[in-house]
Structure formats: C-alpha cells, structure tokens
C-alpha cells in the first residue's frame, strides 16, 4: 500500500499513526480541531495494557513525561470505611505503571511525537465524506481539499463521520449515567502518592486521587435519564455542582469536600456506548477506538484499548499479504476483547454502580503481551 489517512488526531489516530509509521507505512493525519488540546480539562487514566502498547511503538516516554503514576487502589463504602486495596496494574514495572494524564495534555504529547518523527498533520481538516473506489478511497474536508489513498482509518470518536459511511444505521446509545469530572487545588489531600480512591456511595459512585503537586482530579457516575441538549446548554459549573453536592452528602465520605472544594473547572456528560457487533470496515475504510468500539467510562479503559488497537493494526497491516486479509486478522483480534469491554462497562454503569470497577481482561494476561510485542509475527502470537 503506498499511502494511508487517519481521520482524528487524538489518542486512537496519532497512535496509529506511529504504529503504522514504525511499520514503513506512508501515513498522514487528518484533525478537525485546528489544534491538539481538545477536551483540555477532562483527565483520564492509562492502564498497563495502554502503556505496554505507547511502549511497543516507543512513544511511552512521551506519556510517562505527563501526569502522575498510580501503584494502588482502595475502596470505601458510604460512611467512609476501607473494604478493600489492592495494586493496580503492573506496578512494579515504571513504564507499565497506570498514569493519570489530561486527555488534551495525551493528545499534544502524541500529536508532538508524530511531528518529531515527520508524519504529517493536518488540523483544521474536518471530513464530510468518503469516496470509495476499486482502487483507492478519497476523503473530502469541509474546506474543499480531497486526500487519496490506500486505506482510510476512522479514528473520528463517539460521533464519527467515517462510521456513517460503513455502518449508517449504528447509533450511540446512552448506557445510563451521567458522569461529572474536576479537578482543584483547594482540597486537603487525603492518601499517599499514588493512590487512587473509588467510593462506593449510596447513589454515586465517585473516585478521586492527587498529583504529586497537590491537585485533586476527581470523577462521579451517577445514574439517572440522559441530560438533554438544552441542560447541557444552559447548565453552569455552580449549577452541575450543588446537584452533585446533594447526593453526594447524603454519604460520610469525603467526595462531598472535595467537590465543594472544586470552582469552575467541572464537566459533566452523558455515558455512552456503541453497540457490538456493528460493522466496523468497508473494501478500503476501518474503524478503530471510540468510533468502533466506545464504551462507557465505566472500567477506566477507552484509551488504553485504543492504544492497543494502533499496535495491532500497524501489525496486521505488516505481516498480512493483502489487505483483505490484514483487515479480517485485525478485527478477529480485536473485536472479543473490546466488545467485552463494552459489556462489562455498561453492566456497571447500568445499575450497578455499587460495584468496584470491573477491568477488562487482565492488562497482563499472556496472549495480550504477544499480540503487542512489536518483533513478534501475528502469525506466532495466535
């Protein structure tokens, strides 16, 4: 193949950019924002199986630069009592550790690691269609410009333009909570370094832990009917928070301080989740992350499977003979693993938010070390 185009520039397409670029591939990168920092106040966490796939493709000290690390977990119930701890991911191992990072900080620190490297990208480019040919597929941008190549990839998110091509009849689907994220430095901190805390409250389930420097990062799921266009609108930070603050107090834990220790820098949106399985592929167009397989954020591991989708495809695009072939290897790998991830999260979010979050299959667990190593055929890893 001689050229392939990644549409979305965020963590999903800059990673498999890379991949694809370690792979000898030609590759561009084609972002609707016309920067990197989108979604700059949301954080989010890498597990290991994240960090092991940014390490395949040598990019985990781009990230490991970023955030904090996590070594452990606890869990508390409603009045505030430790019912369990544990370590989390591959602890022992600096570069696999799990890593609490802004989403934009994730997308810069990429983005810059593919410019290091000289793949193209091109912000401000947003897609409105695609043009499939024998040979070749075309995307078309808003501003008039096409780009041909080989291979097209929808890295394009929840609300991608690249799935209406291939599967215009799969929708997003609320999966039944709303989720808040914060963060603030008013907050007095409440565990060691490291540490990261899910409490299991009569309504809410919330988890909080904070950077070395003293900054709370903090989420809360709680369930209930979708916010509606209108409240996301008109809804302020205040607003969103005193309606967090009531439930939350109904519990002796310290979610309820923290929150009222937190300004103006609270988001809040609705849980969301595709449905398995949806087509994910045409001739000469492939779906990877969220705009395959978005789950809601339930077990902690949209990013992390997208990161793993990069090295697998780069992979199956190099040791397969045709692309035919390669598409079908990637989606036979890739499709169990992220659409039990889909369930497991949605079951949480469903009415079970009294239940410690629940992983995917272990980051560790052997097969998922060989399908990621990058000097290891496919071949020899099934």
């Known amino acids: 193949m001689g050229r392939l ?12 950019a890379l991949a694809l670029h370690k792979a000898g591939f030609e590759v561009t990168v084609f972002e609707a924002h016309p920067d990197a920092a989108e979604d700059i ?11 092991r796939a940014l390490a395949q493709i040598d990019a985990a000290a781009a990230v490991t630069a970023l955030g904090f690390p996590l070594t452990g977990m606890r869990m508390l119930d409603a009045s505030g009592t430790e019912r369990a701890s544990r370590p989390l991911g591959e602890a022992e191992d600096p570069v696999l550790r799990f890593r609490c990072l802004r989403r ?15 793949i193209p990208i091109r912000h401000g480019a947003r897609l409105v269609s695609v043009d499939e040919g024998p040979d070749s597929v075309t995307a078309h941008f808003a501003d008039g410009r096409t780009a041909t190549g080989d291979l097209l990839i929808g890295a394009d998110g929840l609300n991608s333009t690249v799935r209406r091509s291939i ?8 999966a039944g909570e709303q989720v808040f994220y914060g963060r603030t430095a008013d907050a007095p901190r409440l565990a060691a370094d490291g540490l990261i805390t899910f409490v299991r409250g009569k309504t809410v389930a919330f988890g909080h832990t904070a950077s070395p420097a003293g900054e709370t990062f903090w989420f809360a799921r709680v369930a209930g009917d979708p916010l509606s266009p209108e409240e996301f609108a008109n809804g302020t930070p205040a607003r969103r928070r005193d309606l967090l603050l009531a439930l939350l107090r109904e519990d002796a834990t310290p979610a309820a301080g923290i929150v009222a ?18 087509r994910w592929r ?18 902690g591991q949209g990013a992390s499977m997208a990161l793993e989708d990069a090295v697998v495809l780069a992979k199956s695009l190099r040791d397969a003979p045709d692309l035919d072939t390669a598409l079908t290897t990637y989606e036979t790998l890739r499709r169990p693993r992220v659409e039990h991830n889909i369930t497991v999260s949605g079951d949480i979010s469903r009415g079970t938010h009294a239940r410690p979050p629940a992983p995917a299959p272990r980051p560790g667990e052997k097969d ?3 399908l990621l190593e990058w000097d290891r055929s496919l071949t020899d890893a099934r």
């Open 104 to 118: 934009g900080d994730l997308n810069v620190a990429l983005q810059a690691e593919a410019a290091r490297r000289g």
């Open 5 to 16: 185009l990644v549409i979305g520039g965020g963590a999903a397409g800059t990673a498999a």
């Open 282 to 299: 045409s001739a000469r167009c492939l779906l990877i992350g969220d705009a395959a397989h978005a789950a809601s954020p339930a077990t």
């Open 41 to 51: 106040g949301a954080f989010l966490t890498l597990a290991s199986n994240g960090m």
């Open 167 to 174: 599967a215009p009849t799969a929708r997003p689907r609320y």
């Open 368 to 370: 998922l070390i060989r």
């Open 261 to 278: 220790a937190t300004a103006g820098d609270l988001l809040v949106t609705n849980a969301t989740e595709l449905p398995g399985g949806m």
